[in-house]
């Protein structure tokens, strides 16, 4: 009785054997469509955001407003390679790294 159940049970183990390389690619195929899900919701979208920044902080001219990624609002006076002055209010200067610039805000926000 034990013995039947037991030959029976490695019978389709036998005929698997022969097909090993699909298994394996068929067991590879929910780790690739997971890569290729998180590429497309997470990763692309991140970079694209990150060039857009990059291309943002580049085209930063004097006379520009900005906000800042702390909250500051204020005008650009001067550009440097690597550092801005920004007035936050009149005779206050304030000096910061290029990265720290959020956005840009349209003209006229600041009065």
Do not use: N
Not at 6 to 26: C, D, I, K, R
Not at 54 to 79: F, H, N, Q, S
Not at 81 to 108: D, Y
């Amino acid at each position: 009785m034990f013995i039947s159940s037991a030959f029976a049970q490695t019978a389709p183990a036998a005929t698997a054997a022969g097909g090993g390389m699909m298994s394996s690619l068929t067991g590879m195929l929910p780790l690739v469509l997971m890569f290729v899900v998180l590429y497309f919701i997470m990763i692309r979208p991140q970079m694209k955001k990150q060039k857009e920044h990059r291309l943002m902080i580049e085209a930063v001219a004097k006379g520009d407003e900005i906000a800042t990624a702390g909250g500051i609002i204020g005008r650009i006076t001067k550009l440097g390679e690597g550092t801005v002055s920004m007035e936050v209010s009149p005779g206050v200067e304030v000096q910061l790294q290029r990265s720290a610039i959020a956005q840009v805000l349209p003209k006229g926000t600041l009065k």
